[in-house]
């Protein structure tokens, strides 16, 4: 059976990626932010996972905002990378795991999630920049890719509580694929952090820190807040915490933590690591 090894919380920020690119690992400005991942390179290396399940957002490649799937996965044998204009590293296409993927989207459908399945798919930096950060120096990719895409963009988004179920399903699904292989699932985006409005480059470093703690011990207190309560205490894009709440899911009840970094502000954006294990 394949084993569900752990699981990462990154940000997906472009300028992230950029910074990777321009290898600015040193850079008084990116240094702390960099550092954070330096435990999670050391046991991606030990560990060597065969599969990421990604929970991301799309930004517009595949869904606008006249038509957006609140849940879609992608069941191709490769995906374009298809920088939207940031200036992110040229890599090959993103590999698939087609077999794992079909497995996944027939699971949430016998547990009564509806699932946009996508046998064609492009990626864009809310996949990309979590993975390059990891694996810095890679001219190709060094696992093979489930994307998983929730809507964090157009009004009604998916609850927590509806993320961490599906979460739930995808951790079912993964533990119970008859196939000898390591996944990682990576929870992407947030944390705190607005792109306009009044409240452009709003950080909730109280919050943030707060959500961090319970996402190891108390996911279930989290599955409380609603997406006002998000939008208010994270900004207009902290709601992409959801993605964080699907990974959690996936791990199962107990987990340990092995890795926490926090460090703010990243391009405007409150930036949280977390490396965890399932104990269950």
């Not at 459908?109 to 890679?138: R, S």
């Not at 599906?166 to 947030?190: H, L, M, P, Q, W």
């Not at 108390?218 to 900004?235: I, M, Q, S």
Request: net charge negative; hydrophobic share 40%; proline share 6%.
């Amino acid at each position: 059976m394949a084993t569900l090894v752990g699981g990462i919380t990154s940000s997906h920020i472009p300028a992230v990626g950029i910074a990777t690119t321009k290898r600015l690992f040193d850079d008084p400005y990116w240094k702390p932010f960099f550092d954070g991942y330096i435990p999670v390179r050391e046991w991606m290396e030990k560990v060597k996972p065969d599969v990421i399940v990604s929970v991301y957002n799309d930004h517009g490649l595949n869904f606008f905002l006249d038509q957006v799937s609140t849940f879609a996965i992608g069941a191709a044998k490769q995906y374009d990378n298809a920088d939207e204009g940031w200036g992110l590293k040229t890599m090959p296409p993103v590999p698939g795991d087609v077999e794992l993927s079909w497995h996944i989207i027939e699971t949430l459908n016998k547990d009564e999630f509806d699932i946009t399945m996508c046998q064609e798919m492009k990626v864009d930096h809310g996949l990309v920049v979590p993975i390059q950060v990891i694996w810095p120096f890679a001219d190709e990719w060094p696992v093979k890719v489930v994307p998983v895409a929730v809507n964090t963009v157009q009004h009604p988004v998916p609850s927590a509580k509806r993320c961490y179920d599906f979460g739930k399903s995808i951790g079912d699904a993964i533990r119970s694929y008859d196939e000898d292989i390591k996944v990682v699932a990576f929870g992407t985006g947030g944390m705190s952090h607005q792109l306009q409005g009044e409240r452009a480059g709003f950080i909730n470093k109280r919050f943030d820190l707060d959500f961090m703690k319970k996402i190891v011990d108390n996911p279930e207190e989290l599955t409380k807040l609603t997406t006002t309560d998000l939008v208010r205490e994270a900004g207009s894009e902290g709601v992409e915490l959801i993605m964080w709440l699907t990974m959690r899911g996936a791990l199962g009840g107990n987990v340990k933590q092995l890795h926490s970094n926090y460090h703010a502000p990243i391009s405007n954006t409150g930036s949280g690591v977390l490396l965890l294990e399932p104990t269950d």
